[in-house]
């Protein structure tokens, strides 16, 4: 069996463009050391003896997410995405309702299930957020299907 020099490398220049400071990975750790160490004083599950200042009720930002964080942006995600679907059954109401003596559109909640299960199985919660917001009114706390079928669903 015969072998064959191995056909050269090329010179491999990484090595000398590639050189690391000891100082530079000292002064990164350090950096990363000391942000983590400010960051840990702020976490109330490290064992740091430092304590975030805590928002008491009645101050501004009491109960609401820090402004710009993630969890903002995902509160006003949701806000606007029940608004659309609001809007959207007040529209169904519109189309599918009649006309009363007082000039308002009303629906049998039963027509309207069967009409707006299909866009959405959300209907009672949907209501539920469009009586609070002050734009449809029904009797009662609660509607169930089949039981309160015949229950009036006014559009204000």
Same mark, same amino acid.
């Given at each position: ?44 599950? +490290? $064992?740091?003896? &430092? ?5 008491? *009720?009645? @101050? ?6 820090? !402004? ?51 866009? +959405? $199985?959300?209907? &009672? ?5 469009? *009586?609070? @917001? ?6 009662? !706390? ?15």
């Amino acid at each position: 069996m015969e072998t064959e020099d191995a056909p050269a490398q090329p010179n491999d220049d990484r090595a000398e463009t590639c050189t690391v400071s000891v100082k530079g990975l000292t002064e990164n750790w350090q950096k990363w050391s000391n942000d983590h160490s400010e960051y840990q004083k702020h976490n109330p599950f +490290s $064992n740091g003896k &430092v304590v975030p200042p805590q928002i008491q *009720r009645g @101050q501004e930002g009491y109960g609401r997410p820090l !402004e710009g964080s993630k969890t903002e942006q995902r509160g006003k995600d949701a806000h606007s995405h029940i608004s659309r679907e609001v809007t959207e059954l007040c529209q169904v109401i519109k189309e599918i309702g009649e006309s009363g003596d007082d000039g308002r559109t009303a629906v049998r909640f039963g027509t309207l299930f069967e009409r707006y299960v299909t866009i +959405s $199985n959300k209907l &009672v919660g949907v209501l539920l957020r469009a *009586r609070k @917001q002050g734009l449809v009114h029904f009797e009662g !706390e609660m509607l169930w299907q089949g039981r309160d079928d015949g229950v009036l669903i006014t559009l204000l």
